[in-house]
T-cell receptor, first 113, second 117 residues
C-alpha cells in the first residue's frame, strides 16, 4: 500500500514566524491533498496538487509538489494562532478504484505568542 | 462552517444498542464516504458509495452497516459495537470517485464522536 510520511511530527512556532511541513510518498503520486484538522473536528480541505512542479497558494499557505522526489511541502508564512492544528497530507492509493484516499500521520502545529 | 452535515455530534451507546449516524450534503456530490479516526491517528476509510451504490467496503465488521437512501444522504447503522469502536466517525463527499487523471477533493463533515460503554 502507498505510504505517506510526514515530517516533522509536531512543531512549535512563534507567531509571525514561517514553518514548513513535508510529505513524502514511497510510491507514485497521482495527486496530493492537504487538509487541516482541529482536535476532534472534521478535516478542512486546503489544497490539491496534481502535476509535478505545481504550486498553489491560499492566503499565507503555499503548497508545492515535486513529482520526481514524490514529495510535497506545505509552507506557512508569518504564522498566526489560527494556523494551529493538525495538518494532514493525503494521496490516492494505486488501486482499481480511485476513491481511496490515504493519509499521512499528520503534523501538529502549535503557534505561541 | 461545513457543507457536509453530520448528526449527532456526540453519541454514547451500550454494546447492545442500535443507533445510526447520519450524513447529509447538498453540493450535488455523487460519491460519499465513511471514515473512522482514532485519537492521534489519521482517518481510515471504511466505505465508499458512488452514485448511491456501495463501491468500496474496507473489510469493515458487519456490526457497521452503511446505507445511502439517496444522493444527498448517507447513514451508518451501528449494532452490537465493541469498546474499541469508540472513535470519531467522519463523513465526506466528492463530486465523484475521481480517476487517475481527475482527482476529486473530498469535503468532510465535523464528525460524530462515538463512545461505547
Amino acid at each position: 500500500s502507498q505510504e505517506l510520511e510526514q515530517s516533522p511530527q509536531s512543531l512549535i512556532v512563534q507567531e509571525g514566524k514561517n514553518l514548513t511541513i513535508n510529505c513524502t510518498s514511497s510510491k507514485t503520486l497521482y495527486g496530493l491533498y492537504w487538509y487541516k484538522q482541529k482536535y476532534g473536528e472534521g478535516l478542512i480541505f486546503l489544497m490539491m496538487l496534481q502535476k509535478g512542479g505545481e504550486e498553489k497558494s491560499h492566503e499565507k499557505i503555499t503548497a508545492k509538489l515535486d513529482e520526481k522526489k514524490q514529495q510535497s511541502s506545505l509552507h506557512i508564512t508569518a504564522s498566526q494562532p489560527s494556523h494551529a492544528g493538525i495538518y494532514l497530507c493525503g494521496a490516492f492509493r494505486l488501486t482499481d478504484s480511485w476513491g481511496k484516499l490515504q493519509f499521512g500521520a499528520g503534523t501538529q502545529v502549535v503557534v505561541t505568542p | 462552517d461545513t457543507e457536509v452535515t453530520q448528526t449527532p455530534k456526540h453519541l454514547v451507546m451500550g454494546m447492545t444498542n442500535k443507533k445510526s449516524l447520519k450524513c447529509e450534503q447538498h453540493m450535488g456530490h455523487r460519491a460519499m464516504y465513511w471514515y473512522k479516526q482514532k485519537a492521534k491517528k489519521p482517518p481510515e476509510l471504511m466505505f465508499v458509495y458512488s452514485y448511491e451504490k456501495l463501491s468500496i467496503n474496507e473489510s469493515v465488521p458487519s456490526r457497521f452497516s452503511p446505507e445511502c437512501p439517496n444522493s444527498s444522504l448517507l447513514n451508518l447503522h451501528l449494532h452490537a459495537l465493541q469498546p474499541e469502536d469508540s472513535a470519531l466517525y467522519l463523513c465526506a463527499s466528492s463530486p465523484d470517485e475521481g480517476t487517475k487523471y481527475s482527482n476529486q477533493p473530498q469535503h468532510f463533515g465535523d464528525g460524530t464522536r462515538l463512545s461505547i460503554l
